[in-house]
């Protein structure tokens, strides 16, 4: 298996140091910038598996940066903040982004939770899983792909999963905590107000399919009872 592709912006040389150093002891390749501007070059030079974005950047913003990706495709972005507050959280997972941590941070978190969103973006499904439609929607789980009216759906790895677990089950009722254990793989901070996010998300991109998924207010979502086929 080739080495995966780490491209880490980071203006702090020595966070960059430290990480750059525990990445390639634990097996990955890293590109890496220092400003904004500099990280869409990498990304655009080194094609990256997975993206460490601090949000905090000269030139360019982490958020423009995740915009400017966003527009690009759907690599994996783990964001970087020195700054906890929820709003500022959520308007990561809202730019894009799979993961979110907080500084101070350890290498090994870090390791781990890349390790974690890179399982989920490659997750391996049964090559015999049937595609799945609603609507308009084709869901193909084999290749990870979603088309409306035969175009492509840009979604990230979690949106991917998100709506694959809720078009498996038309009319299951899912708590936020409950898909957050599945789609994340791990207990998360805030994770209900997580999932709104990437639901949001979701919706937005669906379009007019956004109605195939549900609130169930004071519970959680479910996709459309007979949405899926």
């Known amino acids: 298996m080739s080495e995966r592709i780490i491209l880490l912006i980071e203006d702090e ?46 030139v360019l913003s982490g958020e423009r940066v995740a915009a400017a990706i966003r527009q690009k495709g759907d690599t994996p972005i783990i964001m970087l903040t020195a700054r906890s507050e929820e709003w500022e959280r ?30 989920r973006a490659g997750r391996a499904l049964a090559e015999d899983e049937a595609v799945i439609r609603a609507g308009d929607l084709e869901l193909h789980p084999e290749s990870r ?15 991917f999963d998100l709506l694959f677990e809720l078009l498996k089950h038309p009319g299951k ?39 195939i998924i549900e609130t169930v207010h004071g519970v959680g979502y479910r996709s459309a009872p007979g949405s899926g086929e």
């Open 13 to 58: 040389a020595k966070i960059r140091d430290v990480l750059r150093a525990y990445l390639v002891r634990e097996g990955f390749r890293v590109c890496e910038a220092e400003d904004g501007k500099k990280g869409l070059e990498q990304y655009d030079e080194c094609h990256p598996d997975l993206i460490l974005l601090d949000m905090m950047l000269p």
């Open 90 to 119: 959520l308007q990561g997972f809202e730019l894009g982004a799979d993961d979110y941590i907080t500084k101070p941070f350890s290498p090994r978190e870090v390791v781990a939770r890349i390790r974690a969103v890179l399982k």
């Open 145 to 159: 792909t979603v088309f409306t009216q035969g175009q492509p759906l840009p979604l990230t790895a979690t949106e």
């Open 173 to 211: 009722v899912y708590r936020r905590a409950q898909l957050a254990a599945i789609v994340l793989g791990y207990d998360y901070e805030s994770m209900e107000r997580t999932i709104d996010s990437h639901i949001k998300n979701l919706r937005r991109k669906l379009g007019v399919n956004a109605r």
